[in-house]
């Protein structure tokens, strides 16, 4: 059997000694590289079967920069990122999706090597699949109304107005309609919204259900919490051109939304007021 060669790629000396003992200990054949530049010399000069890079770096370039190298020289090879902080596993992903996985540092050196074992066994990823962020919402509806309700339960403010199930959900399939029609329209950000008479109507309902203004908000809160995570778990397949405009536009029309229900709201409080929605 041969040795698979490994290209770790750090600006700290020691990881590249400690994390590159374990990887020959491992049975790997290990080049390390210190920089961006050392690490392109590397993949010109000869191939290798894994790419294991760290993603920010002093000087030009980053890994970013070292994995698109690899995939265009040599796309065979299995190409995985480090990050040094968590939240930046999500953001790499979002913006590279030629790397394999991303892994976030520190990682104990047997975590590493089951990785690249497993990833050398299934292979690089050749073809991620594509999708918009409404495709995802729409795809994901009734998982992320599931999650929101999850989170609702947990908030005594507006678990304090007693609901069945349906009743506190009844609202959302809409919404999400609504929403991933926004998206797919491309209306741009702060431009006014599309009228919603079901988000006045919600507000109608909810004010008549016993909710303060408050528990409105919270709610709507919860919403886009639930449906910023949503879209993280499915990062790997969005096209990171879109991520940026699509958030702010699934922000932009939840505001729109909540303001809708705040004049449904406000209007079941005053005497002869037309709803919002005539």
């Not at 210190?34 to 294991?52: C, R």
């Not at 069945?164 to 029609?181: V, Y």
Request: aromatic share 4%.
């Amino acid at each position: 059997m041969s040795t698979n060669k490994v290209l770790l790629v750090d600006d700290d000396e020691v990881v590249r000694l400690t994390l590159g003992g374990v990887l020959e200990r491992s049975g790997f054949s290990v080049t390390c590289a210190a920089n961006v530049v050392e690490a392109l010399k590397h993949i010109t000069s000869e191939p290798y079967d894994v790419l294991l890079s760290d993603l920010h770096m002093p000087g030009a370039g980053d890994g970013l920069t070292v994995i698109s190298a690899m995939r265009h020289v040599n796309p065979s090879a299995v190409t995985l990122l480090l990050s040094a902080f968590p939240h930046l596993e999500a953001a790499a992903q979002a913006i590279l999706f030629q790397a394999d996985e991303i892994l976030v540092k520190p990682m104990e050196g047997s975590s590493v090597v089951r990785v690249i074992k497993q990833r050398l066994a299934i292979g690089p990823v050749r073809d991620r699949p594509i999708e918009s962020l409404a495709a995802i919402l729409e795809r994901t509806t009734g998982s992320t109304i599931q999650e929101w309700y999850k989170l609702v339960l947990k908030e005594k403010l507006v678990m304090s107005v007693p609901m069945s199930h349906d009743l506190r959900c009844g609202h959302l399939p809409q919404l999400f309609r609504e929403l991933t029609a926004r998206l797919r329209a491309s209306t741009p950000v702060g431009s006014k919204g599309s009228v919603s008479p079901a988000a006045a109507l919600h507000g109608l309902n909810r004010r008549r259900s016993g909710y303060s203004a408050a528990m409105l908000v919270e709610e709507s809160r919860i919403l886009q919490v639930t449906i910023f995570n949503t879209l993280q778990n499915n990062l790997a397949t969005i096209d990171p051109s879109l991520l940026l405009p699509g958030l702010m536009m699934v922000a932009d029309e939840i505001d729109s939304q909540l303001s809708q229900t705040m004049g449904g709201f406000v209007t079941d409080s005053l005497p002869n007021a037309q709803p919002a929605w005539a």
